[in-house]
């Protein structure tokens, strides 16, 4: 008895002393974003009681990291104010902020005041590099790398797409699609690697996110122009004379304030008005010719880009932009195997208006709604109204039979909401992309006669003909939409889980089991923060193409067919009548969605101050993957189905696998010192980047109306078509003398791979894919391609200095991370002059190899491409 009484007050006691223990302290993480929602580093973060039992805490300022958070730690329950400021932007206090046991998060929107500097900032280092949307596995590229790249939209998204390797999304503030903004929008521009998380659609794990601003502060202007004439080009190897060729860029760009501390917009106009000379490269019946042809390829394109924010409370922003592109080329599809009469024109018009609206709603969560909407048009017309001849890889002529046009009018809607509860970091979004289609679009509508040889061509002895006829006017509907789920588990300060999952569905489409799980592990072993691991597995599906489901309903067999004569006369096929099999094009109701799953591992190294090296396996296994099946293949030189040629069914059972090995390295020993403003000479305003892209894919399809040429899928397994094993692009920018710009850009890339085909119809199916047996896809070698690109230019600067706002960049790591605010209002008036050099060493890159044995160029390449070009121009801003 004594015993028990001893065991229930020692129980008693316990349990006393247990619920007299105090609740465990509260995380409080506060993000820092500007009005535009772009997060701001280096920011200082003070917190202040606000009740008697939190006054007694003693806590010093801290400053936002690379994700623009401050974190503090162990605070005792309660209330606080918070005060974030940073230099240039107004001072943002939060009052009567609860903090609970666990992690707290808020949001505090600074509006911009005026300009700053630098400023270096200290941090979490090891918490920092634990975040997956941190500065790990990511490049931010400096304002130096931003100026040295084009302004032409069009060069500026290849450029992009060199640096960040193949298969990158581009999100333009958060949109995916259309064409880039003009440079002088671009705030900022990251490269992120191994993008996992189920936010993302894409299973290729890379994104560049290019943020844009309107116009800060007083109205500035820019006005540039460059040119390049016909004797700053070389010749190609192809032919004995160059042809005459020009170019002039133009352009425009205004923006500021409209409403001090309320609204501001950007407005940019450029064009460009082009010419080239086509090289024509056949094998005739009387011989080879290789000349420039007595034509020009004009173009004329404009670009007209403008924006406006408006906030609408303190908090809140509204931002809307638009954008139009209009072109028009002339003598297209000329040149190479094409003669001159091939010559056909296009004109497109894209109009595309964003709007977008932010920030945060409450104290924990943070909102992001936009809409998208593109209004598209365009037409083609031949030069010529004939027939086409084509002997195979030796020779085509004839019209080029296009024309009419394609109208599309689409809808992209999305809305993001964050949210924090305690250590989870909760995403949550939803998305919607809507089109309509139209199009009287035709080709081939006066038939195409295919010759296996030039022996055949000079017998008057074509393999077949091919002719669509019918109604070519299409109009249909199309919707896909996506929601998704993802949260962010701070296990511990250097370790992040990251499960999610994202479910999409699209009209036209019978498969709804597109459920896409994902997961990610973020850690950061050591308390320096800087090495940061991330592994990654995921389920991602791929979009049915629209274009795909336009010829499955354009060529049905019934509003359009296409004729397939074998062996018809020439040059009159004879009656094409009724009783003439055509062709035909179906979407069964058994089609997938492509289904990728992909696994991931990864380290993010920060070697010294100055350099960084991120290194990411990825392997990608793609099932349900497109590919044409025919219904009624020839048996014994018999259809099944005696009323129709080949009946193409988009079937879903190929695949792809791909092995790929990315490694970047950053080198910047100089992020504090200003572009423009600082000293005469000095080495650290060099910056180096590097992108080595060492990879393998192979597939068991061209494409969903690719028919296997021996019918069996297991046979077709080869390299893919753009299957080019290693890619490099290295890239170095150098001010070491102020206001001197030098940057020089190398791209390297090995060869691709190309078929062996027989040049004839083997299996009487009207398709010329046949090889010779035993030789698989993708057997032959092209060469590699290599690429010197140089800007180099010198910078006046003129007048006292104007209040700009800052544009904001991040560099180094380790002890400190480096925080420069952009000096772009150094001077009243910049004047800059450049010379522009593509491809400066003048190297030769080969392509359009044959593959075809019964031409007279199988395995040579046919032409060549990017010969040296130099421009000059010169940019004024004031």
Known sequence: ??????????????????????????????????????????????????????????????????????????????????????????????????????????????????????????????????????????????????????????????????????????????????????????????????????????????????????????????????????????????????????????????????????????????????????????????????????????????????????????????????????????????????????????????????????????????????????????????????????????????GAQQAGGNHSRTLQLGSDLDYVLGKNSLRAGILFDGGWYRSD????????????????????????????????????????GAVYLQDDIRVRKNLTLSPGVRYEAQTHVHDYHNVEPRFGVTWAPFASGTTTLRGSAGLFNDWLPTSTYDQTLRVDGFRQQELNILDPSFPDPGAIGGVTPVNRYVLGSDYHLPRTTRFSAGMDQQIGKYVRVVGTYSYQRVSDQARGLNLNTPVNGIRPDPLFGNIVDVFSDAAARQHQLQVDMNVNPGALLPAFNGPRISWKRVTVFANYQLSSRRDNTDGPFAIPATGDLSAEWGPSQNDARNRLNFSVNNQVVRNLLMSVNVNYSSARPYTILTGRDDNGDGVFNDRPAGIGRGTLRADSTTQVNMLTGYQFTMGHSAPLPPGIGVFGGGGAAQVRTFDQGAARYRLLLFVQAQNLTNAVNYLGYSGTLTSPFFGKPTAAVGMRKIDAGISLSF
Request: glycine residues 8%; neutral net charge; charged residues 20%.
């Open 1 to 398: 008895m004594r015993t028990l009484t001893a065991l229930a007050l020692i129980l008693l006691c316990g349990s006393r002393a247990a619920l007299a223990q105090p609740p465990a302290p509260g995380t409080l993480k506060v993000t820092v974003v500007d009005q535009t929602g772009a997060v701001i580093v280096g920011a200082t973060v003070t917190v202040a009681g606000a009740e008697d039992v939190t006054r007694a805490a003693s806590l010093s300022p801290v400053k936002t990291e690379d994700a623009g958070v401050a974190t503090i730690s162990a605070l005792p329950l309660g209330r606080y104010t918070v005060q974030a400021e940073f230099p240039g932007f107004e001072t943002r206090v939060l009052k009567d902020v609860r903090v609970r046991s666990g992690e707290n998060k808020q949001v505090a929107v600074l509006p911009i005041q005026k300009l700053e500097a630098e400023v270096t900032v200290a941090q979490d280092k090891q918490a920092a590099a634990a975040d997956p949307h941190g500065k790990s596995f990511g490049t931010v590229l400096t304002r130096e790398e931003i100026e040295a790249l084009s302004d032409d939209p069009s060069i500026l998204q290849q450029q992009l797409n060199d640096m960040a390797g193949p298969g990158a999304v581009i999100k333009i503030d958060g949109f995916e699609g259309g064409a880039l903004p003009a440079k002088a929008q671009i705030r900022s521009i990251r490269i992120s690697r191994d993008q996992f998380a189920a936010e993302n659609h894409s299973a290729g794990g890379v994104s560049i996110e290019i943020i844009t601003q309107p116009g800060q502060g007083p109205v500035r202007y820019n006005t540039n122009l460059r040119m390049r004439g016909n004797g700053l080009s070389t010749r190609n190897p192809f032919v004995p004379v160059r042809g005459p060729e020009q170019n002039v860029n133009y352009g425009f760009n205004a923006g500021g304030a409209l409403v001090k501390d309320k609204s501001s917009f950007n407005v940019n106009v450029f064009g460009t008005d082009a010419y080239d000379t086509p090289n024509l490269n056949v094998a005739l019946p009387n011989g080879t010719q290789s000349v420039a042809l007595g034509l020009k390829t004009p173009s004329h394109n404009l670009f007209v880009n403008g924006q406006l924010d408006w906030a609408l409370t303190l908090d809140q922003t509204l931002r809307i932009a638009y954008n139009l592109n209009r072109d028009t080329n002339d003598n297209l599809g000329v040149g190479g195997f094409n003669e001159a009469d091939r010559a056909y024109s296009t004109e497109n018009t894209v109009h595309n208006i964003r709007i977008q609206t932010f920030g945060p709603l409450g104290r924990r969560a943070f909102w992001r709604s936009r809409l998208q909407t593109f209004w598209s048009d365009s037409n083609a017309v031949s030069a010529a109204q004939a027939p086409t001849i084509t002997v195979l890889d030796a020779f085509t002529s004839g």
């Open 441 to 480: 679009s035709t080709a081939n509508y006066l038939g195409t006669f295919t010759f296996e040889n030039l022996q055949a061509f000079i017998a008057n002895q074509p393999l077949n003909y091919t002719r669509r006829i019918g109604d070519p006017n299409i109009s249909y509907q199309n919707l896909q």
